[in-house]
């Protein structure tokens, strides 16, 4: 499952550079003017996940292979982009690809970096930001919804109900809330993601913190978390620049670096764990002499769902799966002490995949 997480924000809030120290990578510039970045800039990056080195080192395994997340660099939004301003609708376009959104907002004074609307606000760059969304949603949806009257009037139950759906999100943009901010039952939630609204997409509000605040966060970013809680979104404190030069610095020289920060781990993992928080994901793993793997599926899939992000095949024919906790897999050293424990199981197509769970598929194809 390859997770793609949008970074947006206005120009020279330090998404670049955020993005710079997520993928180990300088192939998005970085530079104090607005649209350094002018086709969004792409990065595959590996989970954090210290459960797969305990596993490995059990078997032992060749080869880990963790699961990965992509990270999407967009280009600095402006006021008007909505109409074609700066780079306009080509930015919008890119968003819609996501599966989420993270909104960068500066939460730092430096003099030396200019802002594009000439003062610090976090506040008025998320609202500058979201606004910009709401009206290419509000676009959207206006064109959409007299096509949608005429299908729903000849009985189209489907046009029907996305007509309901497309009202909702309407009645929501309009009160200058983002459509993400409407109750939708489990039955719509298919018809709601085709919709394809930009401001329905899970959003992570980054409050881009300076070096002095990276630990404890500040009083811009404390507010950034209270707007979230209010926008139905989350919100994590992250110092780009820090971050960036965690990026350059080996595994113990990491460690000795964040110790003196007041740091327990990089930005990367808050990031990560909150965008999987965000979307609801977790994590099961498959171990064996060749590979340690780490598969991300949605909390509540099933056995055979869990087996199709592996291969499809796998899920058409499964049969059962073998499943150890993870716990009972480390603390028993391996599937033959968790055997004779009687800790592996084997589980039916009902069964609901937990977070850790140490997996072997049987299919027939």
């Given at each position: 499952?390859?997770?793609?997480?949008?970074?947006?924000?206005?120009?020279?809030?330090?998404?670049?550079?955020?993005?710079?120290?997520?993928?180990?990578?300088?192939?998005?510039?970085?530079?104090?003017?607005?649209?350094?970045?002018?086709?969004?800039?792409?990065?595959?990056?590996?989970?954090?996940?210290?459960?797969?080195?305990?596993?490995?080192?059990?078997?032992?395994?060749?080869?880990?292979?963790?699961?990965?997340?992509?990270?999407?660099?967009?280009?600095?939004?402006?006021?008007?982009?909505?109409?074609?301003?700066?780079?306009?609708?080509?930015?919008?376009?890119?968003?819609?690809?996501?599966?989420?959104?993270?909104?960068?907002?500066?939460?730092?004074?430096?003099?030396?970096?200019?802002?594009?609307?000439?003062?610090?606000?976090?506040?008025?760059?998320?609202?500058?930001?979201?606004?910009?969304?709401?009206?290419?949603?509000?676009?959207?949806?206006?064109?959409?919804?007299?096509?949608?009257?005429?299908?729903?009037?000849?009985?189209?139950?489907?046009?029907?109900?996305?007509?309901?759906?497309?009202?909702?999100?309407?009645?929501?943009?309009?009160?200058?809330?983002?459509?993400?901010?409407?109750?939708?039952?489990?039955?719509?939630?298919?018809?709601?993601?085709?919709?394809?609204?930009?401001?329905?997409?899970?959003?992570?509000?980054?409050?881009?913190?300076?070096?002095?605040?990276?630990?404890?966060?500040?009083?811009?970013?404390?507010?950034?978390?209270?707007?979230?809680?209010?926008?139905?979104?989350?919100?994590?404190?992250?110092?780009?620049?820090?971050?960036?030069?965690?990026?350059?610095?080996?595994?113990?020289?990491?460690?000795?670096?964040?110790?003196?920060?007041?740091?327990?781990?990089?930005?990367?993992?808050?990031?990560?764990?909150?965008?999987?928080?965000?979307?609801?994901?977790?994590?099961?793993?498959?171990?064996?002499?060749?590979?340690?793997?780490?598969?991300?599926?949605?909390?509540g899939d099933?056995?055979?769902?869990?087996?199709?992000?592996?291969?499809?095949?796998?899920?058409?024919?499964?049969?059962?799966?073998?499943?150890?906790?993870?716990?009972?897999?480390?603390?028993?050293?391996?599937?033959?002490?968790?055997?004779?424990?009687?800790?592996?199981?084997?589980?039916?197509k009902e069964y609901?995949?937990?977070?850790?769970?140490?997996?072997?598929?049987?299919?027939?194809?």
């Amino acid at each position: 499952m390859a997770l793609k997480v949008a970074i947006v924000g206005l120009p020279n809030v330090g998404k670049s550079t955020l993005f710079n120290a997520l993928t180990q990578t300088a192939a998005a510039q970085a530079a104090n003017y607005p649209f350094c970045t002018i086709e969004p800039n792409v990065g595959d990056v590996a989970v954090p996940e210290p459960r797969l080195e305990k596993l490995a080192a059990i078997i032992p395994s060749k080869e880990i292979i963790p699961a990965r997340i992509n990270f999407m660099d967009v280009a600095g939004l402006v006021r008007g982009a909505s109409k074609g301003e700066g780079l306009g609708n080509q930015f919008l376009a890119n968003i819609r690809d996501a599966d989420a959104v993270a909104f960068v907002t500066r939460c730092f004074i430096d003099d030396d970096i200019t802002h594009v609307e000439g003062k610090v606000d976090p506040i008025a760059d998320l609202e500058t930001i979201e606004t910009e969304l709401m009206l290419a949603d509000l676009e959207s949806l206006e064109k959409r919804v007299p096509n949608l009257e005429k299908r729903a009037k000849t009985g189209d139950k489907d046009s029907a109900q996305t007509l309901r759906l497309a009202q909702l999100a309407l009645t929501e943009i309009s009160q200058g809330h983002p459509a993400r901010r409407a109750k939708i039952a489990a039955e719509d939630e298919k018809a709601w993601r085709m919709l394809q609204l930009l401001t329905s997409k899970p959003a992570l509000y980054v409050a881009n913190v300076d070096e002095v605040s990276a630990a404890a966060g500040n009083e811009m970013s404390s507010l950034v978390a209270e707007r979230a809680k209010r926008d139905g979104a989350d919100s994590v404190v992250i110092s780009a620049q820090i971050e960036s030069e965690i990026a350059m610095l080996d595994a113990g020289e990491r460690g000795e670096f964040l110790e003196t920060l007041g740091l327990s781990e990089p930005g990367l993992n808050r990031l990560i764990r909150e965008a999987y928080h965000l979307l609801g994901l977790q994590t099961y793993f498959t171990v064996g002499p060749k590979e340690t793997r780490a598969w991300t599926i949605h909390k509540g899939d099933t056995a055979p769902e869990a087996a199709g992000v592996i291969h499809t095949d796998f899920e058409k024919g499964f049969i059962r799966a073998e499943t150890i906790a993870y716990e009972d897999y480390v603390r028993l050293n391996g599937e033959a002490g968790a055997r004779d424990a009687g800790k592996l199981r084997q589980e039916g197509k009902e069964y609901v995949v937990r977070d850790g769970d140490v997996l072997n598929f049987r299919f027939n194809v």
